[in-house]
């Protein structure tokens, strides 16, 4: 994963991989194909008409457009969705955006000015913010525009990323659920896969070129570039990149973090998990529309669930944990040989700080499983913020951040219910309960009454359930109120607010402050293992953070069983093997006609003669380049990149070469408008070449 | 499956498949490499040495071997056995056997002397088994000789097999069961496999050359051919042979057997073995050994389970039901316009006849679920048959069949334990007493109070299970009784036998005269179909029925999902790679640590640069071909045979092209004698080519 400007350097490794092309398109932010790239927060997609037509995944879409616009009345997930003319089109859920990297800078100095080594957390902590707050200020000069500070290297470098920020992005076509995460969670982060994990958004701003909520007057966003399409597609071998912005990987870390994550961690993230979904299993339903509204986080929970335990399995069969010592203690001896005894001091600092945190961790994750409490927690919060001055307001508080307070509270109408976040939150505070009080915060466990019986908990929570504050109506109304009217409310629920503030503002504070020196210790880890890279001439990378990568490879089966391969792609006739009638394996009757007929049209890939359905590249992606464009060496869009494979999903420790990329060809996608879904005028818009 | 004869037939295809030596070798029963094969009933074999080795699966040693020789103080399963030199080899259960084929020949007109068309079918029951009878008598003119009248075709034609039988059989080697069952029952029926699915016995005589009982004066049986072990080992796409004795198939079918089997039969069987699972999980235990004692038929019915699901599953992918159900109907079109009056009249009755069979089936499998009973009736049904001149008796209580009902009894020490098999017979009479009074025994229903409450026959069941005739000593003092002193017993299980000796008479008499009919008429449907394949050239073979085959292909993968390859070995490295530590994943530390040192010797396969464990090759078995010989086209031995494939399994039904024997190489065998256990003395005997 790859910073874009990074390619300059790896011309000859791109080369060999098989690109012809001039290099330096890709490292330039501004030139297509890199333009046509852009975020939507958690997820990857890319222009792919002149009109704003936006490629992305499925289960991309599932929340803010499909979700949002069903209803008993109208069920998107099961008969799908096509805007045969733009009026059709529908809006999305409040919040969803789409973001346009415009430009992406160094700032490590301006992020540090005013800090050096011997600066006191705390006050590093917030010196540091200020200077955030100062750089994104000056940065946003237009409403459209939102800055950010992105640490690199967990803080060892700063960069502001510039976005164009559009603001009403609309759906115009997703298949039925049955196509779209065909295979389900049983499929999911498995190989051989059939999954039609597409879905096109529309970007809309106003006439004048501003970027606007939803209104009907908006016109579509003009891209400076679009990806075209390829019916060709690609083929077995072919070079292939992906461009999009993975969220987050673990690659750069202590051993001791790595260890912990591998012998503890994750054993504690399956529980936690496991009993997630259990308690929704328990107490959502289907008639009172709360299965509906759980489904998110459900699917959330199994998503994660079945990757730690992949990479659990991963660590395993790769022996993380050995190879990583070795490394480790490669890296151990050269810093013994050549750091200088303040830079071992560092790293043994920062080592017993990692240690120290993991001993807090585990009773952490037990801590705040209330939705309804974060929120109110929140909104009390802001009330405070909100008597001061914007620039002194706390980051998360200012103007810029309202709208997203905003939209948090919208959402309680489709993915929330007092019920049910009452029962997850009591069943995990019966966890937290159990862990020893000095690592539990003391006045929360006495407002909920943790040393005592827990029936007298439940009273508690049963009390502050009790709230009027239960709905997105009534907390716009909360939105409303004075800190002053806040503190004079006997609503259990801004009562709990209030008294927990200051502890709140306390752990804040501690984690500011640890966080703050942790940046400082990193960094100078970081500098150290530069150095050891540079030692053993290996290149460095930093970790997925959510920006704008690169990476490139080939279109490539895999063996990661003794005596099984892989093939490069699917066919539809695998679908018809998978179907059964039952879901997720429930393929639409028209679709298996249409494969029975071997109606592949244009479409068809002769090695394989059929359509290919998913096809595997060696890319190197993680979650968030959900979405991606996959796109051969000419730039056109060949497929949007989905998944990875349960087998090598701990690749976010460590680079593992036989780690493989499941994109959705494009052909499915065009097969799928054309024969199955006859959407002549979406075909029309899409510029495909041959 | 075809019968050697038929070699002189397809001298085009096996030439085409890459065969180049002599092929009328293959017919002759008489000529090297048909003269090494052997059956060690149930399972198949070949000799390896000219000393008598024996080569044949594990899991064909399990019964009368290993759980023979093993107790609490050696376990043989745990450990594994070489014998390092001759004396140390370790006699078998009573009753195992090896028989060598020496002759086959069509008998059917001596078999049929006598009866015609219109014979009435008690009468032709009775007729044919008399013919049987008398020519297996002038057959058998040697005590080391045994004849059989085996039926081919449904009965339309009869051979005469005669084979020699050696009764003193000792095993010389099995790996420990964490090799010889690696992946245990979560493999079984699977691919990729690695399984090291062999073990070596040898056949012993007496000096002057006849065979006779274990002695320790028995000397090696020198068999005039045997083969030699190639440790070049074969290739992928390489010609192959399995050369063995496949118990049964169903091939030849009318397709109201198949329907049945397909939409009634498996699913009843899917029940009656996971509740048979499920018996023993509940009552048998470690500590009384009674574990040990059901392992065989626990593993039995999971065995058989898997198969049936397999079957299942596979049927509906190879869309079995409408492709057998268009064969039928232009077989049917082409009767209709081919055939007599006559012929048509007896195929309607045989479907007829089939239909009302299948009425009557599924209660009978929940009659007789005891051992102890069925053993007590023989006993009792001999007594009975011991007052008549011996070629007077029914077959099965001659003189020559003593040795078997002795091995029976004996076997109750080892596989048999009262309290669970009380347990199974009475859960099974509890499904039985569900049926319509119609479809049951209405003597031995009145003995068991079927009709009253259960609780009753509970009381009724256990009294038969308070006779003192429960182990293998009591049973032998029980054989001595004359009919005189069993009839004047009080003892309840005789008295059981006694009173539904006639009510069995009349149920076998009844089966015998429906069996006679059933073959006539399925004699007729077959000549039927010989005209039909005629009219379409197409080659017609005989049903599996346990009698020496030969099959012939090549080393080859198979796709049978979209998107996977099974590759066609598999490598030491797969070992290691599903190894846990867990049984059936829990492989031995000297094994591990070999292959960790990559120590192949020279049993290494380039290709694959490891040593082969197990390949894949499209020659078509069954059950009863496992411990056959794969041999190449020099009839070398380059592997045993031993699995097929779940997926394809239903090829029992049809001939299925993806079908895929799993075979463990000769190389694995080979390198495990040498790396692993040393075996210098076996490696010697072997005759290994290069």
Redesign the interface.
Do not use: A, I, L, W
């Given at each position: 994963m790859w910073e874009p400007y990074q390619m300059d350097e790896l011309k000859k490794e791109v080369r060999a991989a098989g690109f012809k092309r001039n290099i330096s398109n890709l490292s330039n932010l501004f030139n297509h194909p890199m333009s046509a790239i852009v975020s939507l927060g958690g997820c990857s997609a890319s222009f792919v008409s002149p009109e704003g037509l936006i490629a992305t995944n499925y289960h991309c879409v599932e929340g803010s457009f499909l979700q949002f616009n069903s209803n008993k009345e109208e069920n998107l997930f099961e008969r799908g969705f096509v805007a045969r003319e733009r009026g059709d089109e529908k809006k999305s859920a409040p919040g969803a955006r789409v973001y346009v990297t415009l430009e992406s800078f160094e700032i490590t100095d301006k992020v540090l000015e005013g800090v050096n080594d011997l600066t006191d957390s705390l006050a590093r902590a917030s010196i540091v913010q200020e200077n955030k707050k100062r750089i994104i200020k000056e940065c946003e000069d237009s409403p459209e525009i939102e800055c950010r500070v992105r640490s690199f290297f967990s803080g060892e470098t700063y960069k502001l990323e510039k976005v164009l920020k559009i603001k009403d992005v609309r759906l115009v076509y997703a298949p039925p659920a049955h196509t779209g995460e065909y295979g389900g969670e049983i499929d999911n982060w498995m190989?051989?896969?059939?999954t039609g994990d597409f879905a096109l958004l529309r970007a809309y701003v106003s006439e004048d070129g501003s970027t606007q909520e939803f209104n009907k007057a908006n016109v579509p966003y003009k891209s400076e570039s679009y990806l075209k399409i390829s019916s060709a597609g690609i083929e077995e071998g072919d070079f292939v990149m992906v461009l999009g912005y993975p969220g987050r990987t673990n690659r750069l870390l202590t051993f001791n973090e790595i260890k912990w994550d591998l012998e503890v961690g994750f054993a504690a993230t399956v529980k936690f998990l496991k009993r997630g979904i259990e308690l929704i299993d328990e107490h959502a339903k289907e008639e009172d529309g709360t299965k509906l509204k759980y489904r998110g986080l459900k699917s959330g929970y199994e998503n994660y669930f079945k990757k730690i335990s992949g990479q659990i399995d991963g660590a395993k069969?790769f022996d993380l944990i050995q190879s990583e010592q070795g490394t480790w203690e490669d890296f151990v001896s050269y810093v013994n040989t050549n750091a200088s005894h303040e830079e071992k001091t560092y790293l043994q600092e920062l080592l017993e700080l990692i240690d120290q945190e993991h001993k807090e961790r585990l009773a952490r994750t037990y801590y705040g499983n209330s939705k309804l409490i974060s929120l109110v927690n929140r909104v009390y919060r802001n009330a405070i913020e909100k008597e001061k001055l914007d620039s002194e307001r706390k980051s998360g508080y200012q103007d810029r951040d309202q709208e997203r307070m905003t939209n948090s509270i919208r959402s309680l109408a489709y993915s929330f219910d007092a019920r049910i976040d009452k029962e997850i939150f009591l069943d995990r505070l019966r966890d937290y309960s159990e862990f020893d009080s000095s690592l539990r915060r003391p006045k929360f466990s006495q407002f909920f009454k943790l040393e005592q019986d827990f029936e007298l908990t439940k009273t508690e929570v049963n009390k502050v359930y009790s709230s009027r504050y239960l709905s997105a109506e009534s907390f716009s109304e909360l939105m409303k109120l004075s800190i002053e009217e806040m503190n004079s409310s006997s609503d259990p629920l801004i009562v709990l607010a209030k008294e927990t503030y200051e502890e709140s503002m306390y752990y804040e504070e501690k984690s500011e402050s640890e966080g703050a020196r942790r940046q400082l210790l990193k960094s100078k880890f970081i500098k150290l293992l530069r150095t050891y890279y540079q030692s053993i001439d290996k290149q460095i990378y930093a970790d997925a953070n959510g920006t704008l990568r690169v990476t490139y490879g080939n279109v490539k089966g895999v063996?990661l069983?003794?005596?099984?391969?892989?093939?490069p792609?699917?066919?539809l006739?695998?679908i018809a093997?998978?179907h059964t009638g039952v879901e997720p394996f429930n393929a639409g009757k028209k679709l298996l006609d249409l494969i029975k007929a071997k109606d592949y049209g244009k479409y068809v890939y002769k090695p394989i003669n059929s359509v290919p359905v998913?096809f595997l590249s060696d890319l190197d992606i993680t979650g968030g380049n959900s979405g991606s464009a996959t796109i051969n060496a000419k730039f056109e869009l060949v497929g949007l990149a989905f998944d990875g494979m349960l087998e090598t999903i701990i690749s976010d420790y460590k680079y593992i070469p036989q780690a493989r990329t499941i994109s959705v060809d494009a052909r499915y996608l065009l097969w799928t408008l054309d024969k199955l879904e006859g959407a002549e005028n979406i075909l029309d818009e899409l510029v495909i070449v041959n």
């Open positions: 190989y051989p896969r059939h069969n063996t069983q003794d005596g099984v391969s892989y093939k792609f699917t066919t006739e695998g093997q998978k998913n």
